[in-house]
């Protein structure tokens, strides 16, 4: 059974940096969409930043230009390096993979990392 695992959440203080990065388990093939959400103690998940097969990314504005995503295929990860971060940033961030949908069956497939802290305070 393939897992998300996710790495790279602590502790910094505001300015600072941290690379969040997910790795697969297992091969994963056929997935579109690689992307972040994070969610702050008592509020709603929100996406973050998003990569699909052809590069295209999405950026939540708040983060835009201070957060990069990208993806390796051929080592079944996603990154997120965090640059400038602000006490606003913390909250648990999740990786999240989407499959294009099955050819069969129509339905496509949500992988989700355990989740990683990331706190941000002087």
């Known amino acids: 059974q393939v897992q998300l695992v996710e790495f790279g959440g602590g502790l910094v203080q505001p300015g600072g940096s941290l690379r969040l990065s997910c790795v697969a388990s297992?091969?994963?093939?056929?997935?579109?969409?690689m992307a972040w959400y994070r969610q702050a103690a008592g509020k709603q998940r929100e996406l973050v930043a998003s990569?699909?097969?052809?590069?295209?990314?999405t950026y939540l504005d708040s983060v835009r230009g201070r957060f990069t995503i990208s993806r390796d295929n051929a080592k079944n990860t996603a990154t997120l390096q965090m640059n400038s971060l602000k006490p606003e940033d913390t909250a648990v961030y999740y990786c999240?993979?989407?499959?294009?949908?099955?050819?069969?069956?129509?339905?496509?497939?949500?992988?989700w990392g355990q989740g990683t802290q990331v706190t941000v305070s002087s």
């Open positions: 999240n993979w989407r499959s294009y949908p099955d050819i069969a069956t129509m339905v496509e497939t949500n992988y």
């Open positions: 990569i699909n097969t052809g590069g295209t990314t």
């Open positions: 297992g091969s994963l093939f056929n997935i579109k969409t």
